[in-house]
């Protein structure tokens, strides 16, 4: 069965991987406890989710806000009736709006009950999310971590969380993905609170700019 944190024990986590992990301790002490992201399970959620694949979170938001104007409440339904030229005037993408409307058509014909997920393991979301088209491991890890709070997802896929745990551990840039796995395996079954306090880290100490 997996496990979840919440706000009850997730400073409890914070502190447990602290009292086994002196450079995540520094972060807490550096920095105070991370704030415990979340989001709500909502195709509005996962649309947001894939809005901000590969670019700043404050352009998704952006796109994510002009389709709320568009269609007042983001849903498959609503979604659908969009055309392309809509969904261009609303800053996305034309490959993101092939996703999002795969993504809205696979709930209304029922492939996908988000609701359902709630009750299942980490592995049955991940084969059931990475089939549709353009929903990958990242996307994946995103909603595992911040909308079901499963405990033990680290993000390979993500820049931020993977140039923190660099620095954090001192290092070198050329690390293999092999080799940064094999770092957060100490972490477990934490991983997703370690992520979140890398997330702090990185947030909280960016890198002074090149002279």
Known sequence: MFE??????FHLICDKLAANDPDLALII??????????????????VHIILEQQV???????ALNKLRERVQQITPTRVLLLTDEEFRAC???RQKTIYIKYLAEAIVNGQINLAEMEQMPDD?????????????????????MFVLQHADVFP?????????????????????????????EQWKPYR?????????????????PRT
């Open 124 to 144: 049955i979301i991940r084969a059931k999310l990475t089939a549709l088209k353009g929903i990958g491991n990242w996307t994946t890890d995103v909603y595992l």
């Open 156 to 184: 390979i896929g993500d820049l931020a969380a993977v140039n923190a745990l660099k620095r954090v551990k001192n290092l070198p840039k050329d690390t293999s993905r092999e080799e940064l796995l094999l770092v957060t």
């Open 29 to 46: 002490q550096n920095h105070g406890y991370p704030p415990l992201w979340s989001r709500p399970n909502s195709f509005e959620t996962l």
């Open 56 to 62: 700043s979170l404050a352009s998704a938001l952006s």
């Open 4 to 9: 979840q944190f919440s706000h009850s024990n």
């Open 91 to 93: 800053y996305v993408s």
């Open 192 to 208: 997703t609170v370690a992520s979140m306090l890398l997330w702090h880290y990185y947030l909280s100490s960016p890198r002074p």
